[in-house]
Structures are given as structure tokens and as C-alpha cells.
């Protein structure tokens, strides 16, 4: 009783004092402390978590060329966001639809700058690692067959022309955010522009060579499995750190990020167990990214039950995706980046207009709590997104094309395998 | 001399070289080896992209031994490889012309 009226004394008396501070940018150590943290986190989804799902998912003989594709995207990501991605996407709004180059080379921000509550260099390495994810994951609709000059090229423009506009539209003071557009962590800018992304990407540069005849086994489902579970890990800090602070908000976006990734799991796991008679180790890890994705746009706005049925839609959702509808057309995503992220991003853009909840972030209500049109208004961003993903890539694509003279590895090396025809190297000597 | 070739599952290959040191075969070499008869392959399907296994690791055991052995060899061989199941393997018999010690040279039955 006592503490608790002292606290009440206590937060009585602070609150003129926030008030007073309300104005001014203010660091607080507490936010600032997490979103390092956040930012750490996101950082090792990329090199570890993305790649050894992506590797383990590719043949043994490309397994280090896929990688090496991730290590190389998120180093290239890295160094172009601090020279100009970072001011494209946040700089200065032209006309709603990108950025000005007031800020590249971080020019104009220093030790003290503030964005929000926590410094402006931990808010640009946090969007950094962002931008690092989104073009890794188009890795997943191409491996086993790209030049690896084409996919520095790639990277190169894509993250420039395709990402960063994006980025800004949702996020950097765009028109999407101006027309009210939800994305929370990323559900437009990073899971459906890598998914649409992939699917250009790999629509052009052709199956593999003898694909949907010849066996192409997995190389370890072990090293997908402890991939998922290091991205499930780093997930916490893209979607509770997405908050920007420590808050209750936060802590909401945490829990419903886990909930929907488990459910997610066993949903995906029951409908191939049913499907298949076999409930594989495969499914289960990646249902738990598809309820990851599913719940990213969603994940600051939406309570406990609405993450139940998120997590359960994006397992069945996502298995239906690659293992009936890519069968039956028969594209060649080879790790299912549109299959998982294009879909499952789709649904979770949607699912945030249904039941965003004013009960958890104040003022953004969905479907659900009288505020139809939030649903029209997420339509009409996944669409714009999807749109100019596509149309990005194709021209990033046929430039990259033109830089490298082809996109695609010689035929001899893709069936010896790029680890040995473009690396030289073996991921494996078993005796 | 007869080389008696048996391909067997992998995990009876101890009962088998025990069965065999009981009555006094004293070497015998072993490969890992893949195959299939009645038992076939399986099935595997990794997001929907189905796959058939249709070689099964087995272990093959080639032993040489005098003639008069064979019979009492193969019986043991095959009483040890058992399980009742398809799958359990081949044993195949063949006549062998020579044998040599690389050591000394000795040929023959001495040799083996």
C-alpha cells in the first residue's frame, strides 16, 4: 500500500516535469539501451540466422555460395545505408516519395543528434539493419544459380532504387505514412518487397537445370533448423524493437511475435502431417518464419488473440503456397522467399487493417474495431508496393544484366556447384 | 576356395563378424555400400518437392574360405543378418582361383 502511493506520488510529481520536456528531443538511456540491443539482434538474422536457413535449404554444393551471397549482401547493404541509403530513405521528404541527399555520409548528424529518444546513429544502424535482411532474403528465390558479380551488382541498385523509396514511403515521412498506411516492423517494406523481388528475380533468370526432374535435396535441414530458431531470436528485437523505445508497446509487439511464430509452426506441421503423413522437421521451422513474417506488419498494433489467428492462417497459408500452388505452376522459387515472404507479408498486411486494436496503440483501429477503411488503405499499399517491386526489379534486374553481361552461371559450374566453381572452396570434407 | 560375398543391413554387421569369429574366420573386408530389391526406396518430400530414395545404405562383408567352409559360413552369415524383414539382404557365393600374402608370398589356403 505505501509503495504503491509513494510510486503515485512519485509519477504525480514527474508529470509536469515530461510535460515541461515534451517539446524537446530528450534522450532516454532505457530506450536508447534496447534499441542498441534491437539492433545487435536484427544485425545476426542476416549473416547467421537468414544464412544458414538459406544454406542448409540449398544442395551441399552450393552451400557456401549461398553464404557468401549473404555475408556479401549485408556488407554492401551495410556501407551503401550509411552513404546514401540511409538519407534516401530519412532524409529530408521531396514530394512524398524519397528523401534528399542532405544526409549521405551521415552528414549533418553527430554524436548528439536524437531521433525520437535515442540517438540518430542507433536509428540509422537499426534501419540499416533493415535494409540488410531485405535484399538477403531475395537471396532465397535465386540460389543455386546467379554469377556472383550479377548479385553484388544486384544488391547494389536494388537497395538503392527499390528499398530505399520504399522504406521512405512507410516509414521516412512518405506518402504511404501520410495516407495511414500500418506497417509496423516491415510487412510491406521488407517481406513483400522481397518476396515480389525474388519472384522477378527468378521468373528472369530461369529455373535450375534439371529442376522438377531431378532430386535436389536439402544439404542439412539441421543448419535450417538452427537458422530459424537464431532469425526467430533476432526477430524480438526487429518487431518489439520496432517500437523505438522500451515500452508497453514493445512488450506487446514481443509477445505477439512469439505467439504467432509457435503457432505458426504447429500449423504449418499439422497441415503437412495430414497432407504428407510425414510432419517434417522442414515444415516446422518454416511455418515458425511464416507466422515471424505474417505477424511483422501487425505486431504493435494487434492483442493476443489476433496474433492466435495471424500465426495459425500464415502456417496453413504459407504450406499451401509452396507445396501446392508452386507445384502445380511450377516456377522455380528455390527457398520459397515469394512463397513465405510475398505471401505470408501480404496476409500480414491485410491481418493488421483487420485487427489493429486502438487498445494497443492508441488511434490505429482496423476492420474490427469500426475503422473499415484501414483494411482499403493496407490494400492499397501492398498493391502500390508489390507494384513497384515489380517494376523495379525488372529494370535493376536487365541493368545488372547489361553491367555483368549475363545474370547466369555457365552451365558446367551450376551442375559442379558454385562452391567449387566460383569459390573454391568445399563446405564439407566427410570421411 | 570360395569368396563369399553378403549384403546385409548395416546394423547387423557386428552380429555378423561375432557369428563369424565363433567358428574361426579370421578376417574379412567390409564396404558401405547402396542397393535396392524387394524392400525399394522411400519416399522423402521436402515442402511439397517430392523425392524417391531409391538406393538404401547396406553394408557388403566379402570373406574368402576353403571350400569345405562355405556352407557352415553362409549359414552362420545368413542366421546373423536376420530380422525376418524385407530388406535383410543377398549372400552370393563365388569360386576364387588364387589367393596371395602380400607379406610373404605364401598362396593358396595359407594365404587365407
Known sequence: ?431 | MKKIEAIIKPFKLDDVKEALNEIGIQGMTISEVKGYGRQKGHKEIYRGAEYVVDFIPKVKIEVVVPAEMANQVVEKIRQAANTGKLGDGKIFVFSVEEAVRVRTGEKGKDAI
Open chain 1, 1 to 431: 500500500m505505501k509503495l504503491k502511493s509513494l510510486v503515485g506520488t512519485a509519477i504525480f510529481l514527474a508529470m509536469p516535469f515530461s510535460a515541461a520536456f515534451a517539446g524537446d528531443a530528450v534522450l532516454n538511456s532505457g530506450d536508447t539501451a534496447w534499441m542498441i540491443v534491437s539492433t545487435a539482434l536484427v544485425m545476426m538474422m542476416t549473416p547467421a540466422g537468414l544464412a544458414l536457413f538459406y544454406g542448409g535449404m540449398s544442395r551441399y554444393k552450393n552451400l557456401l555460395n549461398t553464404f557468401a551471397m549473404t555475408f556479401v549482401a549485408y556488407c554492401l547493404s551495410s556501407v551503401i545505408w550509411m552513404m546514401w541509403g540511409y538519407s534516401l530513405s530519412f532524409g529530408t521528404d521531396i514530394g512524398g516519395l524519397i528523401g534528399g541527399l542532405g544526409n549521405v555520409f551521415m552528414m549533418g548528424i553527430e554524436v548528439n543528434s536524437l531521433s525520437g529518444t535515442i540517438p540518430t546513429y542507433v536509428f540509422a544502424l537499426f534501419q540499416m539493419t533493415f535494409a540488410c535482411i531485405t535484399v538477403a532474403l531475395v537471396l532465397g528465390s535465386i540460389v543455386d544459380r546467379m554469377k556472383f558479380s550479377s548479385w553484388i551488382v544486384f544488391t547494389v541498385l536494388w537497395v538503392t532504387f527499390v528499398y530505399c523509396p520504399i522504406a521512405h514511403w512507410v516509414w521516412g515521412g512518405g506518402w504511404m505514412a501520410t495516407m495511414g498506411a500500418l506497417d509496423f516492423a516491415g510487412g510491406t517494406v521488407v517481406h513483400i518487397n522481397a518476396g515480389v523481388g525474388g519472384m522477378v528475380l527468378s521468373l528472369i533468370l530461369g529455373k535450375r537445370i534439371g529442376y522438377g526432374k531431378e532430386p535436389m535435396f536439402p544439404s542439412s535441414i539441421t543448419l535450417t533448423a538452427l537458422g530459424a530458431a537464431l532469425l526467430w531470436f533476432g526477430w524480438f528485437g526487429f518487431n518489439a524493437g520496432s517500437q523505438l523505445a522500451a515500452d508497453g508497446i514493445a512488450g506487446s509487439a514481443f509477445l505477439v511475435t512469439n505467439t504467432s511464430a509457435s503457432i505458426a509452426g504447429l500449423s504449418w506441421m499439422s497441415a503437412e502431417w495430414i497432407h504428407n503423413k510425414r510432419p517434417t522437421v522442414l515444415g516446422l521451422a518454416s511455418g515458425i518464419v511464416a507466422g515471424l513474417v505474417a505477424i511483422t506488419p501487425a505486431a504493435g498494433f494487434v492483442n493476443l488473440p489476433a496474433s492466435l489467428v495471424i500465426g495459425l492462417v500464415a502456417g496453413l497459408l504459407g504450406f499451401f503456397c509452396v507445396a501446392v500452388v508452386k507445384q502445380k505452376i511450377g516456377y522455380d522459387d528455390s527457398l520459397d522467399a515469394f512463397g513465405v515472404h510475398g505471401m505470408c507479408g501480404t496476409w500480414g498486411a491485410l491481418a493488421t487493417g483487420i485487427f489493429a486494436n486502438p487498445a494497443v496503440n492508441a488511434g490505429k483501429a482496423g476492420l474490427l474495431y469500426g475503422n473499415p477503411n484501414q483494411l482499403w488503405i493496407q490494400i492499397i499499399s501492398i498493391v502500390a508496393t508489390a507494384g513497384f517491386t515489380a517494376v523495379g526489379t525488372v529494370i535493376v534486374v536487365y541493368v545488372t544484366k547489361m553491367l555483368t553481361k549475363g545474370l547466369r552461371v555457365e552451365k558446367d559450374d551450376e551442375i559442379q556447384g558454385l562452391d567449387s566453381s566460383i569459390h573454391g572452396e568445399r563446405a564439407f570434407e566427410i570421411e
